[in-house]
């Protein structure tokens, strides 16, 4: 079945650092593919997304590339902030006649002053 | 900003007992879903719901669960006998439509604590 793998965290980095959280997945046809990121306390909060291939999605300074070849999702932000400390979710949209999210484990993200 | 809305933010219910986790979607969205957090676990989807009928469930969603849209603005979701493995955080979603153009919208989800 489809599923969606994402590196383990915690991830921890100082201000104004290069990120990069790795997510790849296995599916059937093309799904749609999403970041999704949960502050503390809050729900879940959609960041960005891509449909096809070689689609970006970018968003707040984050960015994410379909890579179909790859089977891959990796988020990107070129400089961090101590206001971007959440959990990071990687999720397919499974293709039937709901969509539904199949996630990944999620990644937590500590950025320190 | 239209968003999700979940009510209560926390549940504490007694093992056996029915509980009733209530979700606002967004007014003009067609599409339903729950989905729980177990602690320290991964999201998982529990049902999906479409045109006042279970469009899609998982496995997790079995007999001790349903869901309902009693008027236009509520969506909830009942465990009728809860028990321990109940216990997780759990997300109302909904959309517009499906594909990835309609992406979906989450609440802040109840957690719901089996005692």
């Known amino acids: 079945g489809n599923s969606v793998t994402q590196m383990e965290g915690p991830v921890t980095l100082s201000e104004e650092a290069f990120l990069t959280i790795n997510c790849t997945y296995t599916?059937?046809?093309?799904?749609?593919l999403f970041w999704y990121v949960q502050y503390p306390g809050e729900g879940l909060q959609l960041l960005l997304k891509?449909?096809?291939?070689?689609d970006k999605g970018s968003n707040k300074g984050f960015e994410a590339t379909y890579r179909k070849e790859t089977t891959s999702f990796h988020l990107e932000k070129g400089s961090v902030q101590v206001s971007d400390s959440a959990v990071y979710f990687c999720?397919?949209?499974?293709?039937?006649?709901?969509?539904?999210?199949?996630f990944g484990t999620g990644t937590r993200l500590q950025v320190f002053p | 900003e239209p968003e999700v809305t979940q009510t209560p933010s926390h549940q504490v219910t007694q093992m056996g007992q029915e509980v009733i986790l209530r979700c606002v979607p967004i007014?003009?969205?067609?599409?339903f879903y729950w989905y729980r957090q177990i602690l320290g676990q991964k999201v998982e989807f529990l049902v999906s719901?479409?045109?006042?009928?279970?469009?899609?469930k998982s496995e997790i969603f079995d007999d001790q669960f349903s869901v309902e849209r009693p008027d236009g603005s509520n969506f909830t979701l009942k465990i009728r006998s809860t028990k321990l493995e109940d216990s997780a955080m759990y997300f109302c979603?909904?959309?517009?439509?499906?594909?990835?153009?309609?992406?979906?919208?989450f609440g802040d989800g109840t957690r719901l604590s089996i005692l």
């Open positions: 979603a909904s959309s517009g439509g499906t594909g990835g153009d309609q992406p979906q919208h």
């Open positions: 599916a059937t046809g093309y799904p749609s």
């Open positions: 891509a449909t096809k291939a070689d």
């Open positions: 999720a397919l949209s499974d293709r039937g006649n709901t969509d539904k999210l199949i």
């Open positions: 007014s003009n969205h067609l599409y």
């Open positions: 719901f479409y045109n006042n009928e279970i469009s899609e």
